[in-house]
């Protein structure tokens, strides 16, 4: 539910020939309706539609553009400075959708998903010098498929991970678990058991300690498109869902991070499947979203958009762009709500498929951008630095020289150092890697 099911995009690229689906700039208000989203509870379970997310969801998640010729031009080749890549996924059910954060002590933590025989189940790892790592320990469900994992380091220490939990009719429902002194609680339920399916779903940590979770939900019977959903936690209360998006085109790829100061960003797109979607994103404070901001309407269409602040008050957010189904630009914009400067496009004059961005700042000030790069027999992740001076050509992360990457996970830590985890391998099997980068903040870009 991370990707667009095939059924979702074949069938409006069908009805664009007889109609023209444009997609809307800003989601209408919110109508008067339940703040669960899903059919109501009881009776017997929903049969599957085909149209469910979950129902043409490669557990791999391998978009297939990756077997579409990549567009010419000039390769990105100049080796980078990350450290070696250190392989995580050290079974062969592989790794996928990884995630990273450096938590108290500079400890860095890594999770992801591997494809076992009784599911797609949920692995940890931690280090406290990112080569020597601990052994894989599970958590969440032992069965069935738990994807989507989203990792965020709290301020008392703890960890939190939000994941999808999938069941074999297709219903599914988000949850969230805690790790404190070294175990993982049991998984507690954020959406209802209404028969419904969720996915995208992302936690940031807010004031006092309190949760923000954000994911898109729709019923598995009929072609409801799905819509972006917001649960805010308030003095350790969960308060009721509230709706980001009206529910009359398909929201995708919610994202929720937080500012250094408690304050929090929400991010999503919308569109039908196989268009360009519209770039949407709010300000959250004091437990409620401002009405979503249409950055496509002066910018770009695009997906998946990723955040990172400064303790100045500055956001930067990037993203990439579809055209025609096909991954072309990779875009980073910096200010804030309403004063956003701007477009940058650091992948801008090279050939290839670019997506997946992921962007971090340290306390340097010093911006780093990864992307995932397919230039067909060459692809790997590649990175951009910003000490001060513009984006600095891209540069290769790794050589692994096999399979196609995607899907990064980037932070900082107190030094000042970045560390990326991301997958890599090919259809149905892939692999979880890491590696770290130290940049001087007074080096000139090139």
Not at 87 to 110: D, F, K, M, N, W
Request: proline share 10%; aromatic share 10%.
């Amino acid at each position: 539910m991370h990707h667009r099911p095939l059924a979702r995009i074949l069938l409006p690229l069908l009805l664009s020939a007889c109609q023209n689906l444009d997609t809307p700039t800003i989601p209408p208000t919110p109508p008067e309706h339940s703040a669960h989203p899903g059919p109501a509870t009881g009776g017997a379970p929903p049969v599957p539609d085909p149209t469910s997310g979950a129902a043409f969801q490669d557990p791999s998640g391998f978009p297939d553009f990756h077997a579409w010729p990549a567009p010419d031009g000039p390769p990105i080749q100049e080796p980078g400075a990350w450290t070696d890549p250190v392989l995580l996924s050290e079974t062969a059910g592989g790794g996928y959708r990884p995630q990273i954060v450096v938590a108290g002590g500079g400890t860095v933590h890594a999770v992801y998903y591997e494809r076992a025989a009784a599911g797609d189940l949920l692995r940890h790892r931690h280090s406290s010098n990112g080569l020597v790592w601990s052994p894989a320990q599970p958590f969440g469900f032992d069965h069935h498929r738990n994807w989507g994992p989203d990792l965020i380091a709290a301020s008392d220490g703890s960890l939190y991970v939000v994941f999808d939990h999938i069941l074999p009719d297709l219903t599914s429902r988000g949850y969230l678990t805690a790790w404190r002194d070294g175990h993982w609680s049991e998984p507690e339920a954020l959406t209802p058991a209404d028969g419904g399916e969720v996915g995208s779903g992302h936690i940031a940590e807010h004031t006092n300690g309190d949760l923000v979770y954000a994911w898109i939900g729709r019923p598995v019977q009929g072609a409801t498109p799905f819509q972006a959903w917001a649960r805010w936690q308030i003095q350790g209360t969960w308060q009721a869902p509230t709706p980001l998006s009206d529910g009359t085109v398909d929201a995708w790829h919610t994202n929720v991070e937080r500012r250094p100061d408690g304050t929090a960003l929400v991010g999503f797109d919308l569109g039908w499947g196989g268009s360009e979607t519209t770039l949407l994103v709010a300000d959250g404070r004091d437990g409620a979203f401002s009405t979503p901001e249409d950055i496509s309407a002066t910018s770009h269409p695009g997906e998946r958009p990723h955040f990172a602040y400064e303790a100045v008050g500055t956001d930067h957010i990037t993203w990439f762009h579809k055209e025609a189904s096909k991954p072309l630009h990779i875009y980073t914009r910096s200010g804030g709500p309403g004063r956003w400067g701007p477009v940058q496009e650091p992948s801008a004059g090279y050939g290839g498929y670019h997506f997946d961005p992921e962007i971090a700042v340290n306390h340097q000030g010093v911006r780093c951008l990864v992307w995932g790069w397919d230039a067909g027999q060459h692809a790997e992740m590649v990175y951009s630095i910003d000490t001060g001076k513009g984006w600095a050509a891209p540069r290769l992360l790794a050589g692994i020289g096999e399979g196609k990457p995607g899907l990064a996970s980037l932070v900082n830590g107190d030094d000042g150092r970045f560390h990326v985890v991301w997958n890599q391998g090919v259809r149905g099997s892939n692999q979880v890697y890491y590696a770290s980068l130290s940049v001087d903040p007074s080096a000139a870009a090139e």
